[in-house]
């Protein structure tokens, strides 16, 4: 297997343990859509669209005292380096639900009762860490469509790979490394709505994740909040109120 940190501490994609993929997020990009966004993180390319408040239908999954939050996590046929086919993957399936459940906390929803929010997020390009970026986007899409929130979420992965723990896993590094740990926070709460484990980390190599995923999560906190800025209030540098 290749090796995935060279002698000079550097990844195979040229980045530092403790360094990001490129990050670029774009909010209001379907016309059509209540709210939108656009996110490239790496080499992943996720567009998220997001309708409602609406009508539920069928009007029996209604509920009396909340808003009904769906969401469509779907991999395009070309995203894969093999094709994918069309129809929702078991995966996809699981990552619909992640994905749903780690954004509503966020939601004040008992602002909109018998009505549904639906959220549609289409990976145009896959190369790990997309449902990371994907509940990123989708929260800038909410924010976009006036769906009241408490906070943002935002979310990364940390992980290990030749024995090193590493921030925002690559594709490579995510099926190949020895461990990989998506999370998602509310920053300004200090509160946690995701948190997934899949390989083996030492108590010290876990406390050692966590925090390098919550810095990450506070840094493209900050690109969000840009995003949006630049949207409604013209190019503002961040912490700019």
Same mark, same amino acid.
């Given at each position: 297997?290749?090796?995935?940190?060279?002698?000079? +501490?550097?990844? #195979?994609?040229?980045?530092?343990?403790d360094?990001?993929?490129?990050?670029?997020?774009?909010?209001?990009?379907?016309?059509?859509?209540?709210?939108?966004?656009?996110?490239?993180?790496?080499?992943?390319?996720?567009?998220?669209?997001?309708? =409602?408040?609406? @009508?539920?239908?069928?009007?029996?999954?209604?509920l009396?005292?909340?808003? /009904? %939050?769906?969401?469509?996590?779907?991999?395009?046929? $070309?995203?894969?380096?093999t094709?994918?086919?069309?129809?929702?993957? !078991?995966?996809?399936?699981?990552?619909?639900?992640?994905? !749903?459940?780690?954004?509503?906390?966020?939601?004040?929803?008992?602002?909109?009762?018998?009505?549904?929010?639906?959220?549609?997020?289409?990976?145009?390009?896959?190369?790990? =860490?997309?449902?990371?970026?994907?509940?990123?986007?989708?929260?800038?899409? %909410?924010?976009?469509? =006036?769906?009241?929130? !408490?906070?943002? /979420?935002?979310?990364?992965?940390?992980?290990?790979?030749? +024995?090193?723990v590493?921030?925002?896993?690559?594709?490579?590094?995510?099926?190949? *490394?020895?461990?990989?740990?998506?999370?998602?926070?509310m920053?300004?709460?200090?509160?946690?709505?995701? $948190?997934?484990l899949? =390989?083996? %980390?030492?108590?010290?190599? $876990?406390?050692?994740?966590?925090?390098?995923?919550?810095?990450?999560?506070?840094? #493209?906190?900050?690109?969000? !909040?840009?995003?949006?800025?630049?949207?409604? $209030? *013209?190019?503002? @540098?961040? +912490?700019?109120?």
């Open positions: 297997m290749k090796e995935l940190i060279d002698e000079k +501490g550097l990844r #195979i994609d040229g980045r530092r343990v360094e990001l993929r490129p990050l670029k997020i774009e909010v209001g990009v379907l016309k059509n859509a209540d709210g939108s966004s656009y996110i490239e993180m790496g080499k992943n390319k996720i567009v998220v669209a997001v309708y =409602g408040p609406k @009508e539920v239908h069928p009007k029996h999954q209604a009396p005292d909340r808003s /009904v %939050l769906r969401c469509r996590y779907h991999m395009a046929p $070309f995203s894969t380096d094709r994918k086919p069309p129809q929702p993957s !078991r995966r996809e399936i699981e990552i619909s639900k992640v994905i !749903r459940e780690a954004l509503e906390p966020a939601l004040i929803l008992e602002e909109y009762p018998r009505t549904a929010i639906d959220v549609y997020l289409e990976v145009l390009q896959a190369d790990g =860490g997309s449902r990371c970026a994907g509940i990123t986007a989708s929260a800038v899409a %909410l924010a976009d469509a =006036g769906i009241s929130m !408490r906070d943002m /979420v935002v979310a990364c992965a940390a992980g290990k790979t030749s +024995g090193q590493v921030i925002d896993l690559n594709d490579v590094e995510d099926k190949e *490394g020895e461990a990989d740990m998506p999370i998602a926070i920053p300004n709460l200090n509160q946690l709505t995701l $948190f997934q899949d =390989g083996i %980390l030492t108590p010290e190599e $876990f406390e050692k994740a966590f925090e390098m995923a919550i810095n990450a999560c506070r840094t #493209i906190y900050d690109a969000q !909040r840009k995003a949006l800025m630049d949207k409604y $209030f *013209g190019k503002a @540098e961040v +912490g700019e109120e």
